[in-house]
C-alpha cells in the first residue's frame, strides 16, 4: 500500500477529509485487445478454455500464453465455429467486425470470408494458395490485409506422397488423384507446378495417375464413381476434401483402395496413411503472426510462410484391412502408428 493511499485511508477512518476523494475514483480500464479465432470443423465447445480440446486450438491459445497474451486477462479471443457451413461465415464476419476485433485468425474458407468481409482488419490465414484465392498478390509481399501460413511445403511434397504411398502399396498401378477442377480450365501456377511434380514422379515410380476433380459436395459422388470406372487401385486425396475426410476414408475402405492423405486426421479416422504439413505447429506460428500484429505489425510486413515441420502418421490396422504389410523401412520413418 502506498503512503498516498495509506495517508487517504488514514483520513476517512478519523473523518477529517477536507477535499473530494477524486484519487479514489476507478479510472476507464485500459482497452484489452480483441482477436477473433474461427474454425470451420472445430465444435465450439472444443475450442473452449485455458486448454482447450481441439489440439490445434489449444496449440494457438498456448502459443500465445507463452507470448504473454491471456484470454480474459489482458486479451480478449472471440471463438467460433462455422460447423461446417461454409454459409453461416459471412455472418460470422460481420460479427467480428461489429466488434471490432484487433485480428481475425482463420483458415481455409473462413480466411476467405473474412477477406470478402474487411479491407482493414489484419487477417491471418491458414490456407493453401493464397495468390490462388486472391487473398495477396504475393508471398513474399502481402499485399492486402491477409498474410499466414499455407500448409504448400513447395517442391517435393506431392511426389514424397506418392513415393510414401508406393512403398505401401507396391502392386499399386494406377492412382487416383482427388484434386480441384479448376486446375484444367484455370490452374495457378502453384496448382500447375504441383501437377507437373506428381506426374514426373509417377514416371519414375512407374504408375499412371487418374486426376478426378471435385468442386463442391455434389461432385464427390461422380468422383467416387470415376474412380471406379477408371480402375485405379490407389488414391490421392490432396485435402480439398478435408471438411468430408470421414466419407473419403469409408469410400476408401469400401472399394479397397490404399490411400495417402495430407492431414493426421485422415489417419486417425482410418486412412492408411497421412504425410503432411504439421498443422499444430502451423497453429503455433500463426500465434506468432498474432503477437506481432498485436504490438503493431502489418501484415504487408509479414511474408506468407510455408511449412518447416511435417508429420508421417500411418494407421496399422488399416493397413491389416486392406491386406498391406508394410514395411519396417517405412514404419520406422512414421512419427506415429496408429494400432
Same mark, same amino acid.
Given at each position: ?41 472445430v465444435p465450439l465447445a472444443a475450442m473452449a478454455g485455458p486448454e482447450p480440446a481441439s489440439r490445434y486450438a489449444r496449440a494457438f491459445v498456448l502459443r500465445l500464453r507463452e507470448l ?13 465455429s462455422s460447423g461446417n457451413r461454409a454459409e453461416q461465415l459471412p455472418a460470422l464476419m460481420q460479427e467480428m467486425i461489429a466488434l471490432r476485433v484487433d485480428a481475425i485468425v482463420a483458415?481455409?474458407?473462413? =480466411?476467405? =470470408? ?10 491471418? =490465414? ?43 502399396? !507396391? ?15 484455370? %490452374? ?11 506426374? %514426373? =514422379? ?96 502489418? !501484415? ?40
Open positions: 500500500m502506498n503512503l498516498r493511499r495509506l495517508a487517504l485511508l488514514g483520513g476517512v477512518a478519523a473523518g477529517t477529509l477536507a477535499t473530494p476523494l477524486r484519487g479514489l475514483v476507478a479510472q476507464p480500464a485500459a482497452r484489452r485487445p480483441r482477436i477473433a479465432l474461427i474454425f470451420e470443423d504473454g497474451w491471456n484470454d480474459g486477462s489482458n486479451l480478449v479471443i472471440e471463438r467460433r483458415s481455409g474458407a473462413g =480466411a476467405i =470470408a473474412a477477406s470478402n468481409a474487411t479491407g482493414n482488419i489484419p487477417i491471418v =490465414a491458414l490456407i493453401d494458395n493464397p495468390e490462388g484465392f486472391g487473398l495477396t498478390g504475393s508471398l513474399a509481399r502481402p499485399t492486402r490485409n491477409v498474410t499466414g501460413l499455407t500448409a504448400e511445403a513447395g517442391p517435393g511434397m506431392e511426389g514424397k506422397r506418392l513415393q510414401l504411398l508406393k512403398e505401401a502399396a !507396391p502392386a499399386a498401378r494406377r492412382v487416383a488423384v482427388i484434386d480441384f477442377k479448376y486446375i484444367d480450365a484455370r %490452374a495457378t501456377p502453384g496448382t500447375h507446378a504441383r501437377r507437373l511434380e506428381m506426374e %514426373a =514422379a509417377a514416371r519414375t515410380l512407374g504408375v499412371s495417375l487418374a486426376h478426378v476433380g471435385v468442386d463442391r459436395d455434389e461432385d464427390i459422388e461422380p468422383a467416387f464413381r470415376s474412380i471406379v470406372d477408371q480402375h485405379a487401385d490407389a488414391m490421392l486425396e490432396l485435402g480439398n476434401l478435408i471438411e468430408e475426410r470421414q466419407r473419403v476414408v469409408d469410400f476408401a475402405a469400401r472399394q479397397r483402395l490404399p490411400a495417402a492423405y495430407p492431414a493426421r486426421e485422415y489417419a486417425e479416422l482410418g486412412g492408411l496413411f497421412a504425410y503432411g504439413a504439421n498443422l499444430a505447429h502451423l497453429w503455433r506460428r500463426a500465434a506468432d503472426f498474432t503477437d506481432r500484429i498485436l504490438r503493431g505489425a502489418k !501484415p504487408a510486413d509479414l511474408p506468407f510462410e510455408q511449412p518447416t515441420h511435417f508429420e508421417f502418421v500411418i494407421n496399422a490396422k488399416a493397413a491389416k484391412a486392406l491386406g498391406l504389410t508394410l514395411p519396417n523401412s517405412l514404419l520406422l520413418r512414421a512419427d506415429e502408428v496408429i494400432e
